[in-house]
């Protein structure tokens, strides 16, 4: 869970803002982001998702053109598919979008209520919480050699047993290894950590 990596302090301060929920790219890259987080309703999640909504949401769009805050209803950018008016009718009425870091790795935030507008106060804590998240989640320039050699060797089909055998260490310190390039790379898997040293070139 992201909970291990000491981001869930801020997540849980973003829900109790947000009571409609949010959904966070954290360090989006290559369009794809380094950790993903939704807690909008699941029927907007989804239909937003078949209807490949992403590439055309004036919020995201705003937010890679962008840096800073701006509320939802302050967007002046077109919205073809109407993708704000829909996400109004799962109470997604009021929202604040939140975008900071380099193009490179930027992360972007969309924060929903259904009651009322966003304050300033609001508004400035969110952002606050946003870029304090990106610091924390800052994908790693680079493994161990000890993590990179791990992870290669399950990679390519080996059993830890094996692995470790091949290394010249126990079990247990392969396993060690393995779990200490997983919290590095913010995942839950071995396999998961495999595919994004890959991506990031880091193998």
């Known amino acids: ?26 360090h989006i890259r290559y369009a794809s982001a380094h950790i993903m987080i939704q807690t909008y309703d699941p029927r907007w999640s989804q239909l937003y998702t078949e209807k490949g909504y992403m590439l055309a949401d004036p ?33 997604l009425k009021y929202g604040v979008a939140v975008s900071h870091g380099s193009t490179a790795s930027r992360t972007i935030g969309g924060f ?23 610091e924390k989640s800052t994908p790693p320039e680079q493994l161990t050699s000890a993590q990179r050699m791990a992870l290669r060797l399950i990679a390519k089909g080996s059993r830890h047993a094996e692995a470790a055998a091949l290394l010249g260490i126990s079990e247990s310190a392969l396993k060690a290894r393995l779990r200490s390039a997983r919290e590095k790379l913010f995942v839950r898997t071995t396999a998961e950590a495999i595919q994004r040293a890959q991506e990031y070139n880091l193998l």
């Open 59 to 91: 919020m995201v769009f705003w937010g890679f053109g962008n840096e800073g805050t701006i509320r939802w209803s302050a967007l002046d950018l077109p919205d073809p598919h109407g993708i704000l008016s829909q996400a109004a009718g799962f109470g």
């Open 1 to 26: 869970m992201v909970e291990d990596f000491g981001l869930d302090q801020g997540l849980a301060k973003l829900s109790d803002l947000a009571p409609k929920g949010y959904a966070l790219g954290l």
């Open 112 to 134: 929903a209520r259904d009651d009322r507008e966003f304050t300033d106060a609001e508004i400035e804590i969110i952002h606050n919480l946003v870029v304090e998240l990106h």
